[in-house]
Nanobody, 125 residues
């Protein structure tokens, strides 16, 4: 089971980025997939989740700006980030678990078993 994030970079406030999470070793829709981020000096926090039942959830700070999608043929999950703000910079990670989680639990990193190495997102004018 491997996950690999890509798509991070340096953008200006208000810009967009699309992060990718390439999944190998399992079909992404057989697992719950979460996106998390960790800024320097802060705890890792859940950004979005896609539970095994297909429920998609977002933390309040990104609702309306971030959107999760997937491409079954590529076994890849995406995080489209629009209207990026100065508070969004962090290392972004995708993670997977076979657990059946509620939407709320799926935003908690303790439930995830497999993690990618992360991709850096920087927002600066």
């Amino acid at each position: 089971v491997q996950l690999a994030e890509s798509g991070g970079g340096l953008v200006q406030p208000g810009d967009s980025l699309r992060l990718s999470c390439a999944v190998s070793g399992f079909a992404h829709d057989s697992y719950a997939i979460g996106w998390f981020r960790q800024a320097p000096g802060k705890e890792r926090e859940g950004v979005s989740c896609n539970t095994k039942s297909g429920t998609i959830g977002y933390r309040d700070a990104v609702k309306g700006r971030f959107t999760v999608s997937s491409d079954n043929a590529k076994n890849t999950v995406y995080l489209q980030m629009n209207s990026l703000k100065p508070e969004d910079p962090a290392v972004y990670y995708c993670a997977a678990t076979m657990r059946h989680l509620t939407e709320l639990a799926a935003l908690e990193d303790i439930w995830y078993d497999y993690w990618g190495r992360g991709t850096q997102v920087t927002v600066s004018s």
